[in-house]
């Protein structure tokens, strides 16, 4: 807690309610209508930073939430600003991330009738609402720090989500007396005891359990563990749970719902534990898992405990407590390790098929990166077809992808937040030709932070999977090439390194480089020439990805 009563404008309200929530760090544009937020930034001792544009300030809020834990901060000025930053607060929505979005809005006073004020959005606060958890638009000046509680605790308790917060310009610069509000405690989500008796009897029951572990549990890992190694359950991450649970541990078969080896993993067991997972048609985007009569589902939120997939025993709760539940009720019992070998072995074989394509890449990659780096990626498919397969990953939150939006333009800046949240970690982006465009101009503001971070864009001259999907449909292939850019000499304008690499050494070398220098170095990689892995559609779906 910062002070106790003050008088405040809504700006320092804001700014001294988002610091006794220990935010450090936020991405933000200023513009007319907010400049009483950025008169107290300082003051509150929260460090703002400045991206080229409020998609990337949503973002790099996102990379830095998801790599931290904890919640990431983006502020914009109204209208056209909010609604820039509208895309990533879509994206850290699908993908459970809690980002707080505050803007400025249209003053309290006012006809809302289009009479043209100044960044006049029809309906600002409904445009937003309609992406969002959970949206306010507050009235007065002591209503923002409850207001800001609020939004916290609708971003962290249970199923973290974006949230966004409206103040009117009015508001802003307005005085009142003003009740700094602590942050608001968390229920423990305890997960029921005979919900938990039946779910490990049911797994205890199973002569060939596995698990698949998704992104809820990244606050779980050595739990995970446990389960799996009492168990002697082989264990797929998904695409936001990749490294939760490290992949090389024996019980490893990867990560990716959609691979074949997951299905069939899920074919030949008996029981499958699901843990903090959507089980998302945007991951299974081959058609579901046969999951019926064998699944135990874990998840903070109740709702989601049954969509998709409903399970034979859902245990509603925190993804820690609910395994150490889980574990507590489990013999160690030994287990066959055999199968887990095999599931092992097949997971390697399927991921070195398909990361072929691109594995001088991946491995360049994953030599400078180490066991404790950090990845972001775009929705490209060096990473979708390859990195999430064959790149491993030790920790968790080691690979931040945009899953269930699948925007492009996500890997940057949030390779941008995920430095800044975890400065001594190595981080690096994986972008493709097309998606690095759409948020290229973030170069320059990692560059201004002096950033060391290795900016690798896989070339192929377009759309690459647009193209193929174009072509496999019979289509006219058109509107996907794209002229091919010299991205080294782009990155040296915008205040980066830049080189073109075109070996596994040269590459590996460069990011190594990269990782110890001032600022961001862009590697320009052209993709190899040859068919993409061919992911074969499930019987009746059309096996579209994008
Ligand atoms: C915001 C947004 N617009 C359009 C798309 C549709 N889309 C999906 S993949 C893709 C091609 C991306 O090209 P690139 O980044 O070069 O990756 P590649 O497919 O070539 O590997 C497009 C346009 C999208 N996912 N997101
Ligand atoms: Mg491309």
């Not at 005979?194 to 002569?207: E, F, I, T, V």
């Not at 064998?294 to 245990?315: F, G, M, W, Y």
């Amino acid at each position: 807690m910062v002070e106790a009563t003050r008088t405040f404008t809504g700006g320092q309200a804001l700014a001294h309610a988002l610091a006794a929530h220990d935010v450090d760090t936020v991405w933000g544009i200023p513009g007319t209508h907010n400049l009483e937020i950025y008169a107290h930034l300082p003051g509150a001792g929260i460090r703002h930073v400045s991206p080229r544009h409020e998609q990337g300030a949503g973002f790099a809020a996102d990379g830095y939430a998801r790599a931290t834990g904890r919640p990431g901060v983006c502020i914009t000025t109204s209208g056209p600003a909010a609604l820039n930053a509208a895309t990533a607060l879509g994206q850290a929505y699908s993908d459970s991330v809690p980002v707080l979005a505050v803007s400025a809005g249209m003053p309290l006073r006012h006809p809302s009738r289009g009479n043209g004020e100044l960044h006049e959005t029809r309906n600002q606060r409904a445009a937003l609402e309609a992406i969002v958890a959970d949206s306010h638009r507050v009235t007065s000046v002591p209503e923002i720090a409850v207001a800001v509680a609020q939004a916290f605790t609708a971003m962290t308790n249970g199923r973290p989500r974006a949230v966004y917060l409206e103040i009117p310009v009015d508001v802003l610069e307005e005085s009142a007396e003003v009740e700094i509000v602590e942050p608001i405690p968390a229920p423990k989500a305890t997960p029921d005891p005979n919900a938990l008796d039946a779910g490990a009897s049911r797994l205890a029951a199973a002569a060939r359990p596995a698990m698949l572990v998704g992104g809820g549990a990244r606050a779980a890992a050595p739990e995970v563990r446990s389960v799996a190694e009492r168990l002697g359950a082989p264990v797929v991450c998904t695409i936001n749970g990749k490294g939760i649970f490290p992949e090389d541990h024996p019980l490893s078969a990867g990560a990716g719902l959609t691979r074949a080896v997951t299905r069939e993993l899920v074919e030949d067991s008996d029981a499958v534990l699901v843990v903090g997972s959507g089980l998302s048609p945007a991951e299974l985007w081959l058609g579901p898992l046969p999951l019926a009569g064998k699944l135990v589902r874990v998840d903070i939120d109740p709702a989601q405990a049954v969509t998709n997939s409903v399970p034979e025993v859902a245990v509603v709760g925190d993804s820690a407590a609910a395994l150490a539940g889980l574990a507590a009720r489990l013999d160690e019992a030994p287990r066959d390790g055999e199968r887990a070998a095999r599931w092992r072995s097949r997971h390697l074989e399927e991921a070195s098929e398909l990361g072929a394509r691109w594995s001088w890449i991946l491995d360049g990659i994953a030599a400078a990166l180490g066991r404790d780096g950090i990845v972001a990626g775009d929705s490209a498919m060096v990473c979708y077809h390859a990195a999430v397969a064959a790149l491993p990953a030790y920790r968790p939150a080691s690979f931040l992808y945009p899953t269930g939006y699948g925007t492009l333009g996500y890997g940057l800046p949030a390779a941008i937040g995920a430095k800044l949240g975890r400065p001594e970690a190595r981080v690096i982006a994986l972008l493709g030709d097309g998606g690095a465009m759409f948020t290229i101009a973030e170069l320059a503001a990692a560059a201004q932070l002096r950033l060391p971070l290795p900016v690798v864009v896989v070339d192929n001259g377009g759309y690459g999977e647009i193209r193929n999907e174009m072509a496999e449909r019979g289509h006219p292939v058109h509107a996907v090439d794209l002229d091919s850019l010299d991205f080294a000499a782009l990155g040296r304008v915008l205040g980066c390194e830049g080189v073109t690499v075109d070996d596994q050494g040269a590459l590996a070398e460069a990011v190594e480089r990269g990782f110890a220098a001032d600022r961001p170095t862009v590697l320009h990689v052209r993709e190899d020439e040859g068919p993409a892995p061919v992911m074969a559609a499930a019987e009746g779906m059309e096996g579209v990805r994008a």
